[in-house]
């Protein structure tokens, strides 16, 4: 499995290209801003034809440049309705509701998990590879030692019942690919991340 990923924008989000391999579609996970180049750069260099971009929630750190890649490769953009007004910025022509069900794209199943808290749209992405490999695409929700803020938008509760029942589960060698920062395992974080190893209380988080 192909999986590229690149810092975008000022808030340096996280963009990934995932691909069954070089010379097929992808699908394109956090189109946030300023984002275009980097996209058409990856595209180009592995040979790869967009089905799809998705959008771990709304925030335009990770959604403001989801117009203009849409727009040029002619996809739709999947977003959890809770987090559809999150943007004031452009707006693709064709956006698709993630409801939890899982996704088949880019000869890709693609396992949804709906983590309300740091929005009350969030959700993770879930992959096995073709080499037997686990991936999680959790955006703001987990990140290396933390997890995302729950300020006005946000829900701490939430948060804490969503690290529990959707990521807590997983198994310790899952790699995580967060919104923001480097990757790491859910053993990692299971072992060093305070919010993580403490939610099965449901621990109040930031």
Do not use: K
Not at 52 to 67: C, E, W, Y
Not at 118 to 126: D, E, L, N
């Amino acid at each position: 499995m192909l999986v590229v990923g690149f810092p975008a924008g000022a808030l340096q989000a996280n963009c990934y290209l995932l691909a069954p391999g070089p010379g097929t579609a992808c699908v394109i996970v956090d189109a946030g801003e300023d984002c275009a180049g980097r996209v058409a750069e990856a595209l180009a260099e592995h040979d790869l034809t967009p089905a799809a971009v998705l959008a771990t929630h709304g925030h335009p750190d990770h959604v403001a440049g989801a117009a203009a890649v849409t727009a040029a490769h002619g996809v739709p953009l999947w977003i959890h309705p809770a987090d559809r007004g999150l943007h004031d910025g452009d707006r693709p022509a064709d956006v698709r509701a993630l409801t939890g069900a899982p996704l088949e794209l880019a000869d890709l199943v693609i396992d949804v998990g709906l983590v309300p808290g740091h929005t009350a749209g969030s959700v993770v992405f879930r992959l096995t590879t073709p080499e037997g490999g686990r991936l999680v695409l959790t955006g703001d929700t987990l990140f290396a030692g933390s997890v995302g803020r729950t300020g006005s938008a946000g829900d701490r509760r939430r948060m804490g019942e969503s690290l529990r029942d959707q990521l807590l589960p997983l198994p310790d060698d899952t790699v995580v690919l967060p919104g923001h920062g480097p990757a790491t395992t859910i053993g990692r974080e299971r072992a060093g991340n305070p919010f993580l190893s403490g939610a099965r209380s449901v621990v109040p988080v930031p």
